[in-house]
């Protein structure tokens, strides 16, 4: 048994109803297949299932989802040593994951990825990386400026030739309701802070906004990956470790100002993520947790259950269905002490936690997850440095895709046979599936993560009117609720059971 604290003390699910003489019959094949096999068959309609381990080319300390659906990851050498100057892996989820669902490609920028910042640019579907990592005198984790560009139809990392500002290590990048990416944080040496916020157009080039200076939003007292979102208000709404909250205004040369919000205290290594338009939950220290409100006058936040134990360096991870996904951490930072091996699932609808399935690795610093479009979550790597060096991963597979009884069985899944690959905010766009019944349908912002922050991440429910198989979608009324990009958009059969998300272009 891992020696897992949260694993202590659990208990299997209650039955969920009355038990027919059929179901009865079921359970007992179930169970005459042994103990292993009952556990998985009782527990996977609740918790889900991981998959066996699989082998990774690298340590995928940096994830992002690409516009056509694969996977491009980055962070180590093939022996999972830190640096990402040597080489970056595209995976290919259609292809399974074996070797050959892997692409993975020498680095020629010159360039140290490593610890960078990272994002799908709204226009061009390029990936943009932002910063890195630099050696001086023998001496790691100094900062660059430079700029790089992934181009997904190619497969090529190249320099983007018109560099920051700033030296950055470890900064956040986001897409603003404008369809610019901002750039917020990162250090620019061991003791220098980068408190100058920047911000990118595609086809123009780089501003700084040097009325936004600020260290204690995303300077010296909160440099690492600050937390930083799009609000509904068309500002940036930042919360910070040490509990302070702030409103950035990107435009121009910027204007950040505090809000009286008071949070408590938080960790670089703790996620926080927006799981409906204007509300974020985050995990804070001591095993607390507040969903914060940015969608009023003044942002506000209500105090819900935290998530078991203090889980550093887990990932949280929107589902298709609007839950959050927590997996991976442990109670002592980067350390094999209170390892955290069963995920948590958060309910929006109850602000309650239940038990997930149990993964075979310890995910700890490096580690990420992604939402990957046909529902699953590649939770991969940690290490470099760490207790384990992960060249591997483990796909996690919710609930949702199972049939809602003992037997452990996928359910049928609904399939999109049409929509379309870009619309307009406020649009009514139509889509058809193989089945009639609906029963939801949402849009996920494809995500791009790493450090326990996956940037950009959002969830929303969409209206739509149905008819056999006919089904009207309306988008989001405004870019300030769902910033231009690529989203995943899923639609839920009468069952509860997601079709493989359409990508769609929003902007």
Request: with cysteine; net charge positive.
């Amino acid at each position: 048994m891992h020696p897992s604290t949260e694993r202590a003390g659990e208990r299997h699910p209650r039955h969920p109803g009355r038990v027919k003489p059929l179901a009865l019959s079921a359970l007992a094949l179930v169970l005459s297949a042994g103990s292993l096999g009952a556990q998985a068959a009782l527990d996977t309609y609740l918790r889900g299932s991981f998959s066996a381990v699989v082998n990774w080319p690298l340590i995928p300390m940096h994830v992002v989802l690409l516009p056509d659906g694969r996977v491009m990851s980055y962070g180590s050498d093939g022996q999972g040593n830190q640096t990402g100057q040597f080489t970056y892996d595209v995976w290919d989820p259609s292809k399974g994951t074996a070797a050959a669902s892997h692409l993975t490609l020498p680095n020629t920028t010159g360039t140290d990825t490593f610890c960078s910042g990272q994002i799908v640019l709204p226009a061009s579907g390029a990936v943009l990386l932002t910063g890195g990592d630099k050696t001086v005198n023998g001496v790691r984790n100094y900062s660059v400026n430079d700029v790089n560009l992934f181009d997904w139809r190619t497969n090529s990392l190249y320099s983007a030739q018109q560099p920051m500002a700033f030296l950055r290590w470890y900064p956040t990048v986001l897409t603003t309701a404008a369809g610019e990416v901002l750039v917020l944080g990162g250090r620019a040496d061991p003791n220098t802070p980068a408190p100058t916020p920047e911000a990118y157009t595609e086809g123009v080039g780089w501003r700084s906004l040097t009325s936004a200076i600020s260290d204690d939003a995303y300077g010296i007292r909160n440099w690492s990956y600050p937390r930083a979102w799009q609000a509904p208000n068309g500002k940036v709404f930042i919360a910070t470790i040490w509990g302070g909250t702030y409103y950035l205004d990107p435009a121009g040369t910027g204007k950040i100002e505090a809000t009286p919000l008071a949070l408590s205290e938080g960790d670089v290594y703790l996620p926080s993520v927006m799981y409906s338009p204007g509300k974020i939950l985050a995990l804070r220290k001591f095993n607390k947790a507040v969903v914060v409100d940015i969608t009023g006058a003044a942002p506000k936040a209500t105090r819900v259950a935290g998530v078991g134990q203090d889980r550093y360096h887990a990932s949280a991870t929107v589902l298709a269905d609007g839950k959050v996904f927590v997996d991976g951490g442990s109670m002592v930072s980067n350390v094999a002490n209170g390892v955290a091996y069963t995920a948590k699932i958060w309910n929006p609808a109850t602000n309650g936690w239940s038990n997930a399935a149990t993964a075979a690795k310890m995910r700890l610093y490096h580690s990420a997850s992604l939402l990957l479009p046909d529902g699953r979550v590649l939770t991969a790597g940690g290490g470099a440095p760490g207790p384990v060096t992960n060249l591997n991963a483990e796909i996690y597979t919710p609930p949702y895709l199972y049939k809602q009884d003992w037997t452990a069985t996928l359910a049928t899944r609904p399939v999109i046979t049409s929509a379309p690959t870009t619309a307009a905010w406020g649009s009514t766009v139509p889509v058809t599936l193989n089945a009639s019944g609906v029963s939801k349908v949402t849009l996920v912002k494809t995500g791009s993560a790493t450090h326990t922050v996956d940037f950009d991440q959002r969830f929303l429910n969409l209206a739509y009117t149905a008819s056999g198989t006919k089904v009207n979608v309306t988008l989001p009324a405004s870019a300030r609720v769902a910033p231009p990009g690529n989203y995943m958009l899923f639609v839920f059969n009468s069952a509860g059971v997601p079709s493989v998300a359409r990508i769609v272009k929003l902007g």
